[in-house]
C-alpha cells in the first residue's frame, strides 16, 4: 500500500478503482471524475468571461477529468432569451475559445453542451422584443402554455443549428459536446408525453416516437462533427418543473430511447438523477444511470449527490442547506461503480464549494474538503 493509499484508507474510503484511466473514441481520460453542466449567470452576451473561465481551469487543475461547461444555447434565435447564459455564436466562438484553452492548460478536458431552451421561460426576454419560446407542443409542463408549437420548418432550423454548434465547438478546440435532453428543456420535453402532442412525425404514443427528433438532432450533430468526435448526450427522468415525472415506465421503454440515440451515433450517456443510490425501479437497487448502462455498450456518467445529503433542487428552491455526506455514501458510489453500474461520475455543488475535491478526494483528505454552501450561488 503507497502512503496516499494509507491515507485514503485512514480517512474511511478509498476511491482507486474511480481513478483508473478510461479511453473513450479519441478520447483519453486520467480518472472517472467529471464536472457537470451548471450555469452560473457568468456570461455577458452569450460569451464566457474570464471569471468562467478561470472556474473552469481550477476545476481541471484540481483532479477533475472532464469539465463540461454549464448549458450553452445553440445558435438560433429562439434557443434563449437570456443572455446570462452561454451562447455559441460566431460573436461568442473566440471567447469560448480561450475557455477552452485555459482547461486543456490546466491539463483537463472540456466539452461544450449545447442547448435550447424549449417552451421554458428562463428570463431576460424584455431585452428582446419579438422573441417567441418554441417547443414541441406549446407548453411548458402538462396544461401550462408557454410560447408556441415549432413548425417542421422551424425544427429543421434548430436541428442544423444544433449540428452547426458542435462543429463549431470542435473548430474551437473543446474535446466533445454534450447534449442536453433532459430536466424539461427542448428535447426533454419531445420526450416527455406530457409535453409531446404532436400529431406528426416527432410524436406518438411510444417513447421510440418520441425519440425521433432528439435521435435525428444527434445524427445531425455526427454527420456535422464527424466519426470520431464525443457526444455525450445528457438524459433525465426528472423535470425542473416536476420531479416525479418520467420519460420511461419500464426498462423497455428507456431501452428504446437509448437504442435511437446509440444507433444515431452517441458516444455517452449523462444519466441526469437527483440523488446516484436512488432505485429506479421495484425489485432491484440499480438507478438509472444502472439501468441505461445495462441497455448499452457504449459508457454512462452517473451523477446525483455526490458527497451532498440533499439533492440539487433542495438547493436552488431553498428548501434546505447541504451538508457532507460521510464515507458510507462514498463507500456506496465505489461499491456500484465496481458492480459496473457507470463509468464515470460527475460531482456538481462538491466541486463549486471545493475546486480541488478530486484531488482531495484522491489524496486521502476527505476532512479539508472546504463544503459547498447554497452562498456559493451568487445569483440566487
Ligand atoms: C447552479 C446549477 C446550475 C445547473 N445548470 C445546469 C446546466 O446548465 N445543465 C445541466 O445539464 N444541468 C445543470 N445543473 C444540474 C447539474 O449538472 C447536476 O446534475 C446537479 O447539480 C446534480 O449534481 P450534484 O448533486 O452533484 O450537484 C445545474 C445545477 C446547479 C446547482
Known sequence: ?????????GAGHDITPLLQPLRVGSLRLPNRFVMPGMQRAWCVGGAPTSRLGEYYARRAAGGTALVITEACAIDHPSA???????????????????????????????????WHQGGVDTGGTEGK???????????????????????????AEIKRA???????????????VEVHACHGYLLDQFLWPGTNQRADRYGG????????FPAEVVAAIRAAAGPDFPISVRLSQWKEADYDAKIADTSDELGQLVTALRSAGAGLFHVSTRRFW??????????????????????????GSVGLDVDVMA???????????GTAAIEDLVRRFQRGDFDLVSVGRSLIGDPDWVAKMRDGRMNDIRPFRRADLDFL
Open 1 to 9: 500500500m503507497t502512503e496516499v493509499q494509507e491515507a485514503r484508507a
Open 80 to 114: 434563449t432569451s437570456n443572455d446570462l447564459f452561454g451562447w455559441i455564436t460566431a460573436a461568442t466562438a473566440d471567447a469560448w475559445r480561450s475557455c477552452v484553452a485555459g482547461v486543456h492548460r490546466a491539463g483537463g478536458r472540456i466539452f461544450l453542451q449545447l
Open 129 to 155: 422584443p419579438g422573441f417567441v419560446a418554441l417547443s414541441p407542443s406549446g407548453l411548458e409542463r402538462p396544461g401550462k402554455p408557454f410560447g408556441r408549437p415549432a413548425s417542421l420548418a422551424e425544427l
Open 162 to 176: 444544433f449540428a452547426d454548434s458542435a462543429a463549431r465547438a470542435r473548430e474551437i478546440g473543446a474535446d466533445g
Open 205 to 212: 404514443p411510444t417513447l421510440g416516437e418520441r425519440a425521433t
Open 278 to 303: 436512488t432505485p429506479e425501479w421495484d425489485g432491484s437497487d440499480l438507478g438509472l444511470a444502472g439501468w441505461v448502462k445495462s441497455l448499452t455498450d457504449a459508457p454512462v456518467i452517473a451523477v
Open 315 to 325: 438547493t436552488l428552491t431553498g428548501s434546505a442547506e447541504a451538508r457532507p455526506t
